[in-house]
């Protein structure tokens, strides 16, 4: 790792950045599947939070009590400004963020996605590109918990923060 940066700040780079895109539930939509309420929520985080950044679905979509179980993120403060820091952070740290979901699973009250995060680090200008996987429990229309585990090894090393894999 450089003098210019440090673990947490690769990591905090992609803090919020646990939770995946439209993609696959917008084919889905468009053979014929119709979208549960909790799926719409989980996907108007990815593109209008994550994409476009735009803050004001936190206050739409999370609970006041947000239980966040993603290393690093706050827990110490309101749900909403939960998903605005890990939203604020994200894009702070990754120009171009755009997240692109793979997979999404309905079960119950919960969403799981996994993901591909891509962008450019800022601090190394190097493109990135990782899995993310993100489990996203609602309760009453309102994000309640939320468990994210991106691929943090994958962006360390693009990132030149760690030595290539040996071939």
Not at 48 to 75: M, W
Not at 138 to 152: K, M, Y
Request: hydrophobic share 40%; with cysteine.
């Amino acid at each position: 790792m450089s003098a210019n940066t440090t673990r947490r700040d690769f990591v905090t780079a992609i803090t919020g950045a646990a939770i995946g895109s439209a993609a696959g539930a917008t084919m889905a939509t468009a053979q014929g599947a119709a979208q549960s309420t909790n799926v719409r929520l989980f996907i108007a985080i990815i593109e209008r939070g994550f994409n476009q950044g735009d803050l004001s679905i936190a206050d739409e979509v999370c609970a006041p009590k947000l239980s966040e179980h993603e290393y690093l993120a706050k827990t110490d403060v309101l749900g909403p400004e939960i998903l605005k820091d890990q939203i604020h952070t994200a894009r702070g740290n990754i120009q171009g963020l755009t997240l692109t979901v793979e997979d999404l699973v309905e079960s119950s009250d919960k969403v799981w996605g996994r993901s591909t995060a891509t962008g450019t680090h800022r601090r190394s200008g190097k493109p990135i590109s990782m899995t993310v996987i993100d489990i996203c429990r609602f309760e009453n229309g309102r994000l309640v918990e939320h468990w994210g585990v991106p691929d943090r090894f994958a962006m360390l090393h693009q990132a030149g923060a760690l030595p290539p894999p040996k071939q």
